[in-house]
């Protein structure tokens, strides 16, 4: 693991959910409220609660186990789960997960693909994958 991770890993732990929250309702200001925020790099977790204008009730979104592969000159996200307290979102989420969804590579892009890469790079590549 390069120092670069480190500091970034660290930089992300430390960062406060207030300021995240903050910063996500600035720019959802008008459409809707960022409520909940967990991130945990380690782990490959990940859980937001947002409150749209006019609803009743927030939506919840949890992901888990996700990752960015590069493989020769191209990069991949992926997420092995996702879960949302509404059904709509569920089947939604259901045709993304498991599945490799091609990041396009420009070249100004290429060293933050790079760098991205590593550090959400997969735990294991035992899963199942589909392209």
Do not use: C
Not at 33 to 60: K, M, N
Not at 85 to 102: A, D, M, P, Q, T
Not at 105 to 114: A, C, D, F, K, R
């Amino acid at each position: 693991m390069s120092f670069k991770i480190k500091i970034t890993k660290l930089v992300i732990k430390l960062t406060p959910t207030k300021l995240i929250k903050w910063v996500a309702n600035i720019i959802l200001k008008d459409i809707a409220e960022l409520t909940g925020f967990s991130f945990d790099l380690d782990a490959r977790t990940a859980y937001v609660q947002i409150q749209l204008l006019g609803e009743p009730e927030a939506i919840d979104v949890w992901l888990e186990d996700f990752a960015i592969i590069g493989e020769q000159e191209s990069y991949h996200l992926i997420i092995h789960k996702a879960k949302a307290n509404r059904i709509w979102l569920n089947n939604i989420l259901s045709r993304i997960v498991e599945k490799k969804w091609k990041i396009p590579v420009t070249p100004q892009m290429t060293s933050y693909l790079e760098f991205a890469a590593e550090l959400f790079k997969a735990e294991s590549s035992d899963k199942k994958i589909v392209a």
